[in-house]
């Protein structure tokens, strides 16, 4: 697509469900970040790939939080039994390679209640 | 970790006056990149320097980064209303990728 396209925009979930976050990077982008950020602040890496292989997810906050790309292109981030402190703006981010600046989703709003 | 600093964390700026935010990494850098983000919107890509000592411009911008490739800085001339946001450094180190915390630019019309 013309951008990077993340769904749903807005997520209200009761604490203990879980939840799907989408996103669509930008056709043939190599590289995919999930970021996490808070009002006010910067963008706080989570999890990255190359292609389809997760290259690194050390940003990860703990194992209730999960993501995969298993095409190459669209990728989840997964929270399972979510709390409260989950709440916050998920960012994604896509590259032709690592090499080039990102270009970043609209984002999901996550609210636990 | 990765350590990124921005300074300062707030500016309020007349129209027209000049506006400078600064990064300060303490491990040297293989490049760094600058992005813009709107109230309520997504940091957008404004550039990236590889370069020691290395300037670029963008019309009013003007980007720069250190000889020693620690630190770097986005300098704005005649600053508009157009330019508030929040403007954030980001480094790559292995396969991460790390944003600075940000200066908010405010400009007083």
């Known amino acids: 697509g013309a951008g990077v396209s993340q769904s749903p925009r807005y997520k209200v979930t009761k604490r203990g469900q879980d939840v799907a976050l989408r996103c669509d990077p930008i056709?043939?982008?190599?590289?995919l970040y999930w970021y996490r950020q808070a009002l006010g602040q910067g963008p706080e890496f989570l999890t990255y790939f190359n292609y389809e292989a997760q290259q690194d997810k050390s940003g990860l906050p703990n194992d209730r939080f999960s993501a995969e790309r298993p095409e190459g292109s669209i990728s989840t981030l997964t929270i399972q039994r979510t709390e409260q402190r989950d709440s916050a703006m998920y960012r994604c981010a896509s590259s032709p390679t690592g090499a080039y600046g990102y270009t970043f989703g609209s984002g999901t709003r996550l609210t636990v209640v | 970790g990765q350590q990124v600093m921005q300074i300062p964390q707030y500016q309020h700026v007349q129209e027209g006056e000049d506006f400078t935010t600064y990064c300060n990494s303490s491990t040297t850098l293989s490049n760094i990149q600058w992005y813009k983000q709107r109230p309520g919107g997504h940091p957008v890509f404004l550039i990236q320097?590889?370069?020691?000592?290395e300037v670029k411009k963008q019309k009013r911008l003007t980007f720069q980064f250190g000889e020693a490739k620690k630190n770097s800085s986005l300098h704005i001339t005649a600053t508009q209303t157009t330019d508030v946001g929040t403007y954030f450094c980001?480094?790559?180190?292995?396969?991460?990728?790390?944003f600075g915390t940000g200066t908010s630019l405010t400009v007083i019309p």
């Open positions: 320097l590889v370069k020691s000592g």
């Open positions: 980001a480094v790559v180190t292995g396969n991460q990728f790390y």
């Open positions: 056709s043939g982008h190599v590289s």
